[in-house]
DNA sequence: GTCTATAACCTGATAGAC
DNA sequence: GTCTATCAGGTTATAGAC
């Protein structure tokens, strides 16, 4: 037997190089010298761990993936017991569903940084690889929205979330840039700070559209 | 002197197939030789007209990108001018800014799927390139939109508009996996109710949070 | 499990003929 | 302006010694 050690395994860091470059260059911009050279590994040794590069970016993923999605799942179910059978405000999950992200996010940006990376990549098999890890959480944070919003079409509010979701990730992607569009404070800089913005803003613009599903009012 | 044919120049070709790739594949993951293939060009024309890669990707963008700007300050002069003097509505400075979008997008999604993928490239260089084409509209849609929501501070202005044109992009990239997280209704398959709703949610959103921006109110 | 060496291939760029 | 042919260098993946 093994004992643990605190050295971390060849695996663990090849997976910790690729997600640090992944995260900065993207996936196709990476090679897997720059991997073996960060991770002083032996581009070998990756192909003995992970049989080819397309298996170590989703092994990349699913390291983290787990995680995030389960203490998503831990704090809906948490204030669905709070709640005790009434349906949840659209802020608490909005929080259950962003708070980890963010947190994720303070505590290593790489992972959530190659979430967004990851899900414009055009290779259908990938994609459909990361579909089907969203399937439970996604039906479950919608039936609970639908309850926090009754009368709003699913389809509408799966396509807002998602949109909420798509502005975190591109913000987050883009805080290198965003000192240089425009100086002064940048929110990403109070990660509290933004997640409380973020669940105020997309609380009110859900509930603003609550009704207007099917017929949305005139512009003015 | 040549008369003006109806056939395509070779470097209108190659921008062509060029726009066509980038917004389907990525940038990175589109070769020259694809392009060419594509195109019915020659490689050796590509470098003639072009001169390298990153300079091809350049012209796809500066092709499309003056005239949707061109565009949004056109319809923001025009809500000035209406509203003679007076401080614009939020919906009118929303409108302004992302119907030329949505439209741009309705007749040809290729050139705003370019735009979501290059905004993370990690190329610096191409980074200030972009930075630089949208310094002057950023720096006329915040004069009007802090003077519709007076007491808002402009960073976090920038920043939530910012966000909002995250969502777009990230949403209009996504478009064709949105039907594998949820089947039902697709707003994006009606672009004009899209831009309505978009102008409604984002609306509501900044409306809600004028005046939180230093001290923002307690999640519950 | 980890190494060296190498295979097989693709990339952007260019020289030079036409 | 457009072609063919080619260069120099990068890529992933693997065979085989240790």
Known sequence: ??????????????????????????????????????GGINIAAINYHFRSKEALVRAVYERSFH????????????AERAASGEPLTIEAILYAFFEPMVRAWKENPNFI???GRLQHEPDPELSA?????????????????ARALPGYPEADLFFWVHFLFG???????????????????NLLETPDDFLKRLIRFGAAALRDQQGTGVRPRQLR
């Open 167 to 185: 502005g975190v990730v591109y913000t987050l992607l883009a805080s290198q840039d965003i000192p240089h569009y425009h100086q002064g404070r």
């Open 113 to 115: 940084l190659i979430v």
């Open 129 to 145: 690889f990361i579909q089907n890890l969203y399937a439970d959480l996604i039906r479950r944070f919608l039936a609970a929205a």
């Open 1 to 38: 037997m093994k004992e643990k050690t605190i050295v971390k395994t060849t695996s663990e860091r090849a997976l910790d190089a690729a997600e640090a470059l992944f995260a900065k260059q993207g996936i196709r911009a990476t090679s897997l010298r720059e991997i073996t050279e960060l």
């Open 67 to 78: 995680a995030l999605n389960d203490e998503r799942l831990r704090l809906l179910d948490e």
